[in-house]
T-cell receptor
Framework: AQSVAQPEDQVNVAEGNPLTVKCTYS??????LFWYVQYPNRGLQFLLK??????LVKGSYGFEAEFNKSQTSFHLKKPSALVSDSALYFC????????????FGKGTRLSVIA | GAGVSQSPRYKVAKRGQDVALRCDPI?????LFWYQQALGQGPEFLTY????????KSGLPSDRFFAERPEGSVSTLKIQRTQQEDSAVYLC????????????????FGEGSRLTVL
């Protein structure tokens, strides 16, 4: 069965500094990988996804993520953090067959300090 | 509507009561998912509909949980004889793609229904 690990409950970063939110996954075969963001009292919003092709994918709000097959990782990155990026970030994985549901990690709370 | 709409946003129930949570997906979306998000946790899959057919209910925690989507649009998640461990945010998501279709369409989530069982 597929699974996702987000090893950090909380990430703190100063505004203007680069940020990284870590994610590792386990799935049979090639994974479909996603990042979602959740602002307070809001639903999850899609940020970006990796299906195939270029290992570096770009998404909304200046975020990007790098797929690393050998390390089974899909870390979320942004070159320069904004205070408004403070939110809860979820990594998710599913297998390409679609016969299993999208599985989410437990989330990482990002706090960007001015 | 413009997005996925869920109601009620907040529900307080006494233990043993039945509750019904409604999801109105994006118009035309064939796939509908229910997830349960406990405090401090990621969303956990409950069930999946393709149009009106419930194709996967492997995540429903007990037979007290029941979901339906009779006309392939609005869905209702019903919890009978609620227990304190049912307290969570229940998220509904929809997608324009079938779950098994090629590619991977992203899910569009509602704001959730927060259930508190006293």
């Amino acid at each position: 069965a597929q699974s996702v690990a987000q090893p950090e409950d909380q990430v703190n970063v100063a505004e203007g500094n680069p940020l990284t939110v870590k994610c590792t996954y386990s799935v049979s075969g090639n994974p479909y990988l996603f990042w979602y963001v959740q602002y307070p009292n809001r639903g999850l919003q899609f940020l970006l996804k990796y299906i195939t092709g270029d290992n570096l994918v770009k998404g909304s709000y200046g975020f990007e993520a790098e797929f690393n097959k050998s390390q089974t990782s899909f870390h979320l990155k942004k070159p320069s953090a904004l205070v408004s990026d403070s939110a809860l970030y979820f990594c998710a994985v599913r297998d390409p067959s679609g016969n299993t549901p999208l599985v989410f990690g437990k989330g990482t709370r990002l706090s960007v300090i001015a | 509507g413009a997005g996925v709409s869920q109601s009620p946003r907040y529900k307080v129930a006494k233990r043993g009561q039945d509750v019904a949570l409604r999801c109105d997906p994006i118009s035309g979306h064939v796939s509908l998912f229910w997830y349960q998000q406990a405090l401090g946790q990621g969303p956990e899959f409950l069930t999946y509909f393709q149009n009106e057919a419930q194709l996967d209910k492997s995540g429903l925690p007990s037979d007290r949980f029941f979901a339906e989507r009779p006309e392939g649009s609005v869905s209702t998640l019903k919890i009978q004889r609620t227990q304190q461990e049912d307290s969570a945010v229940y998220l509904c998501a929809s997608s324009s793609r079938h779950r098994t279709s090629g590619g991977a369409g992203e899910l569009f989530f509602g704001e959730g229904s927060r259930l508190t069982v006293l």
